[in-house]
């Protein structure tokens, strides 16, 4: 079966550094996806880790270990506009992508 | 490069009714998913279509389905439509792993 957990909400300060978690099991586990969605949009990709370690982009990094089935979001120097949902998604061999609820994060000046 | 489209953007129906929601996969992608997205929860996988075929199907009744034509734009058809199937719909299409998402279409059902 697939579960995720992932904290529902978090609260930074702008250009400060948050960490994401999330949980998972899943069967066939191919990779995990991390997506940005902004209330009333769509997601958006942020990162896709296969193998295990941290893969760095810009402000935004994810973690993986995959013996563990845990990941992390990280997130730099944050600025205002970060303030949304974040989706921790792991792929399975079946094709499909179980989302998590998300974290919402709130950026306060 | 242009994005995944979908059609509608917002549609509004009443209990029973039919509804019929369309997505364009970006070019040169030929898988295309289906979530459901209701308000307050996470996304819900629904369908899974690649080379036209139905590759996999989430928790929902049949009165859910779909199909993707030739040129691997997809139809997401829901019957008798219930309250509860209120929700923004959002198509992605995918080429290898990464999924690009549409913008949505927000079903109302009154």
């Known amino acids: 079966g697939q579960n995720i957990d992932q904290p529902t909400e978090m609260t930074a300060t702008e250009g400060a550094i948050v960490q994401i978690n999330c949980t998972y099991q899943?069967?066939?586990?191919?990779?995990l996806f991390w997506y940005q969605q902004h209330a009333g949009e769509a997601p958006t990709f942020l990162s896709y880790n296969v193998l295990d370690g941290l893969e760095e982009k810009g402000r935004f990094s994810s973690f993986l270990s995959r013996s563990k089935g845990y990941s992390y979001l990280l997130l730099k120097e944050l600025q205002m506009k970060d303030s949304a949902s974040y989706l921790c998604a792991p792929s399975s061999n079946t094709g499909k992508l179980i989302f998590g609820q998300g974290t919402t994060l709130q950026v306060k000046p | 490069e242009a994005g995944v489209t979908q059609s509608p953007t917002h549609l509004i129906k009443t209990r029973g009714q039919q509804a019929t929601l369309r997505c364009s996969p970006i070019?040169?992608?030929?898988?295309v998913y289906w979530y459901q997205q209701a308000l307050g929860l996470g996304l819900q996988f629904l369908l899974w279509?690649?080379?036209?075929?139905?590759?996999n199907r989430g928790n929902f009744p049949p009165r859910f389905s779909g199909r993707q034509f030739p040129n691997y734009s997809s139809e997401l058809n829901v019957n008798a439509l219930e309250l509860e199937d209120s929700a923004l719909y959002l198509c992605?299409?995918?080429?290898?792993?990464?999924?690009?998402f549409g913008p949505g279409t927000r079903l109302t059902v009154l």
């Open positions: 992605a299409s995918s080429l290898n792993n990464e999924q690009f």
């Open positions: 899943t069967s066939g586990f191919n990779g």
């Open positions: 070019s040169g992608h030929t898988s």
């Open positions: 279509y690649d080379e036209g075929e139905e590759r």
